[in-house]
């Protein structure tokens, strides 16, 4: 069974600019969570869908933003990229709630902003 | 919102010795806490998860102990192998708003040494 995809693994982009990145969850999971990894900071959570709809939003400006296919697959958007928005974005699908079902990750997508 | 803290930054043992990493959370409503190992280039994968009617749960060399009072809980690794060694992160979950959203950890980068 496929797990978690995201594309593209690595992106350059300069500041300014705007990208999109793509996760495509395990067949049957309706959520789709995105995470910011960078050095000393972890995970932080950016926002989660659920069925077409956000559900729940991390503390990130407004320059971040996402949607949800009816197939599932979800994408994320920053626009007007800053030099500090560069890290690893990991994207998690769940069958149901994460305590009872968990998460699994994606392999990520690496985003390099100069 | 909740705020998770973890310590130690870095842990480095002696192949075979116990490793204990620990967090602490502040939202008294998280009731699932997971942990996840993350090595080198590759994705956060659960190793355990313990709940908020558990002290303790146990799976072969890897124990997690919950102290609901003092909002802390703690990995215990046993019998440490060389490869144990990557970053672990704890995580919380509040439920806010009836979706999924885990609070991570800063992560402990264990080496273990042989």
């Known amino acids: 069974k496929a797990g978690v995809t995201q594309t593209p693994r690595y992106l350059i982009k300069t500041r300014g600019q705007q990208v999109t990145l793509s996760c495509s969850p395990i067949?049957?999971?309706?959520?789709v969570s995105w995470y910011q990894q960078t050095p000393g900071q972890g995970l932080q959570f950016l926002f989660e869908?659920?069925?077409?709809?956000?559900?729940n939003k991390g503390n990130f400006p407004g320059r971040f933003s996402g949607r949800q296919f009816s197939n599932s697959r979800s994408e994320m958007n920053v626009s007007t990229l800053e030099l500090g928005d560069s890290a690893l974005y990991l994207c998690a699908s769940s069958l149901g709630t994460v305590p009872n079902y968990g998460y699994t990750f994606g392999s990520g997508t690496r985003l390099t902003v100069v | 919102g909740e705020n998770v803290e973890q310590h130690p930054s870095t842990l480095s043992v002696q192949e075979g010795d116990s490793a204990v990493i620990k967090c602490t959370y502040s939202?008294?409503?998280?009731?699932?806490f997971p942990w996840y190992k993350q090595e080198l280039g590759k994705r956060p994968q659960l190793i355990i998860d313990i709940r908020s009617n558990v002290g303790e749960k146990k799976d072969q060399r890897i124990a997690v102990t919950l102290n609901k009072t003092a909002k802390h809980f703690s990995l215990h690794i046993t019998e440490t192998q060389p490869e144990d060694s990557a970053v672990y992160f704890c995580?919380?979950?509040?439920?806010?708003?009836?979706?999924?959203?885990?609070?991570f950890g800063t992560g402990t980068q264990l080496k273990v040494e042989l």
């Open positions: 067949s049957g999971h309706r959520s």
């Open positions: 939202d008294s409503a998280s009731n699932y």
């Open positions: 995580a919380a979950s509040s439920l806010t708003g009836g979706g999924n959203k885990l609070t």
């Open positions: 869908y659920f069925s077409e709809t956000q559900r």
